[in-house]
């Protein structure tokens, strides 16, 4: 705008800064005083794209700030920085237990719950205790721990150990934004990994650059390989989700199939689901 363009960048730096200092002063006081209400999660389904069904929705949480839902990528940064994260996370897992008799329940059978966590919650004590309870709490219903490669390039002892608790305790391990990491897919060898989520960025080009094509088919046929599952991240447009199916991807998640929505609406659209089915059946 006319108004930034007449700041040096020096001023538009401050800014930013205090803007987010104020952010994660206000994020600190939300979690600290116990202001839980101000966390808000909001659920988007994973489809098989074949059927269109629903078999699972991910987890993603949102800060209700001043009437208004502040998006995580506003402050999840700042949240990892002071280890906030932690019981963010605690928060996010507590509401998802909270939640999932509803969401089973809609769903009429077993679904996937996916929970994204950061680094920084391998080493709070309470976390491998906290996955136990909600994997007994969800039954047949299956929790799936979604993180990065930079939590799983983290070439350390008590990060493979932790990784084999949780999966010990009945969680799955789902690797987000598969394949923008920079790292070394090396971990793939020993670390029990059950899912790979292919990036957003991957999936944009897909139905007109080759090259896109050519790096989630290759994705497909290292998965296919390890036995690991897919999911596409990101379809927005039915081209996309031709191509995918094509190369064999099985499941996927994207506006295209329904975006991030409230607990209340997620229910109704798993129910709509689930009354369809039976209609059918
Ligand atoms: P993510 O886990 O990779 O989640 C996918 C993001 O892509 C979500 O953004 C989702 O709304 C968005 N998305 C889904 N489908 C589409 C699509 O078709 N097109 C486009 N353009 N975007 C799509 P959201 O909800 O803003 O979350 C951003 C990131 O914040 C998440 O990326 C995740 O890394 C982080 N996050 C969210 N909730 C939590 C949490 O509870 N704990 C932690 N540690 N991180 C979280
Ligand atoms: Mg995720
Ligand atoms: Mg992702
Ligand atoms: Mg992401």
Same mark, same amino acid.
């Given at each position: 705008?006319?108004?930034?363009?007449?700041?040096?960048?020096?001023?538009?730096?401050?800014?930013?800064?205090?803007?987010?200092?104020?952010?994660?002063?206000?994020?600190?006081?939300?979690?600290?005083?116990?202001?839980?209400?101000?966390?808000?999660?909001?659920?988007?389904?994973?489809?098989?794209?074949?059927?269109?069904?629903?078999?699972?929705?991910? %987890?993603?949480?949102?800060?209700?700030?001043?009437?208004?839902?502040?998006?995580?990528?506003?402050?999840?940064?700042?949240?990892?920085?002071?280890?906030?994260?932690?019981?963010?996370?605690?928060?996010?897992?507590?509401?998802?237990?909270?939640?999932?008799?509803?969401?089973?329940? %809609?769903?009429? !059978?077993?679904?996937?719950?996916?929970?994204?966590?950061?680094?920084?919650?391998?080493?709070?004590?309470?976390?491998?205790?906290?996955?136990?309870?909600?994997?007994?709490?969800?039954?047949?219903?299956?929790?799936?721990?979604?993180?990065?490669?930079?939590?799983?390039?983290?070439?350390?002892?008590?990060?493979?150990?932790?990784?084999?608790?949780?999966?010990?305790?009945?969680?799955?391990?789902?690797?987000?934004?598969?394949?923008?990491?920079?790292?070394?897919?090396?971990?793939?060898?020993?670390?029990?990994?059950?899912?790979?989520?292919?990036?957003?960025?991957?999936?944009?080009?897909?139905?007109?650059?080759?090259?896109?094509?050519?790096?989630?088919? %290759?994705?497909?046929?290292?998965?296919?390989?390890?036995?690991?599952?897919?999911? %596409?991240? !990101?379809?927005?447009?039915?081209?996309?989700?031709?191509?995918?199916?094509?190369? !064999?991807?099985?499941?996927?998640? !994207?506006?295209?199939?329904?975006?991030?929505?409230?607990?209340?609406?997620?229910?109704?659209?798993?129910?709509?689901?689930?009354?369809?089915?039976?209609?059918?059946?």
């Amino acid at each position: 705008s006319a108004k930034s363009r007449g700041k040096s960048q020096y001023q538009l730096y401050e800014e930013s800064l205090g803007a987010d200092r104020i952010l994660r002063l206000e994020l600190i006081e939300a979690l600290r005083t116990g202001i839980r209400d101000d966390l808000v999660v909001h659920y988007q389904p994973v489809v098989n794209l074949d059927t269109g069904r629903i078999g699972g929705v991910e %987890a993603l949480v949102r800060w209700r700030r001043d009437g208004a839902l502040v998006p995580p990528d506003l402050f999840i940064p700042a949240a990892e920085d002071s280890g906030l994260i932690v019981p963010l996370g605690q928060r996010v897992l507590q509401q998802v237990v909270a939640d999932s008799p509803q969401l089973v329940r %809609a769903a009429g !059978g077993p679904i996937d719950l996916a929970v994204n966590m950061s680094a920084h919650q391998l080493h709070d004590p309470t976390f491998v205790p906290a996955v136990r309870a909600a994997v007994e709490a969800f039954g047949d219903s299956r929790l799936v721990l979604e993180m990065t490669e930079t939590v799983l390039v983290q070439d350390d002892p008590h990060t493979a150990t932790t990784l084999e608790r949780l999966t010990g305790a009945g969680a799955r391990l789902s690797i987000d934004d598969f394949g923008v990491g920079f790292s070394s897919i090396g971990y793939l060898q020993h670390l029990p990994v059950d899912v790979v989520k292919i990036d957003r960025s991957f999936v944009r080009d897909i139905d007109h650059l080759p090259r896109s094509r050519a790096l989630v088919d %290759a994705i497909l046929v290292m998965a296919s390989a390890l036995d690991l599952d897919v999911v %596409a991240e !990101g379809i927005e447009r039915e081209s996309q989700a031709d191509v995918l199916r094509m190369a !064999g991807c099985s499941d996927g998640q !994207g506006y295209l199939y329904a975006r991030p929505q409230p607990l209340a609406e997620v229910l109704a659209t798993l129910r709509d689901q689930s009354s369809l089915s039976r209609l059918s059946s």
